[in-house]
């Protein structure tokens, strides 16, 4: 199982992204998925993630900024982001359980900057 992120970008403070992460080759069953960051000289932590039967969470500070949702037909799993702020940039990451083992993206960069 292979996983390609996309979306990310150059933004404005206050601007959207959408990212988009899709999973390839022997996909028998999806479980939970995620979107995680990684800022500059600091840990990866989890931004948002939703279960199988699509209940979602949080990380307190992307709180009714980002949105996580899935679409099992195409093995994919998307990140509304609005509002972004400075602070959002980091290298995303996207995850998934598949059959399960968990899988990870290579990350794809979002730099907010004016």
């Known amino acids: 199982v292979q996983l390609q992120a996309s979306g990310g970008g150059l933004v404005q403070p206050g601007g959207s992204l959408r990212l988009s992460c899709a999973a390839s080759?022997?996909?028998?069953?999806?479980?939970?998925m995620g979107w995680y960051r990684q800022a500059p000289g600091k840990q990866r932590e989890l931004v948002a993630g939703i279960t199988s039967g699509g209940i979602t969470n949080y990380e307190d500070s992307v709180k009714g900024r980002f949105t996580i949702s899935r679409d099992n037909a195409k093995s994919t799993v998307y990140l509304q982001m609005n509002s972004l702020k400075l602070e959002d940039t980091a290298v995303y990451y996207c995850?998934?359980?598949?059959?399960?083992?968990?899988?990870w993206g290579e990350g794809t960069l979002v730099t907010v900057s004016s």
């Open positions: 995850m998934m359980g598949v059959s399960g083992t968990h899988y």
């Open positions: 080759g022997s996909i028998f069953k999806l479980n939970d």
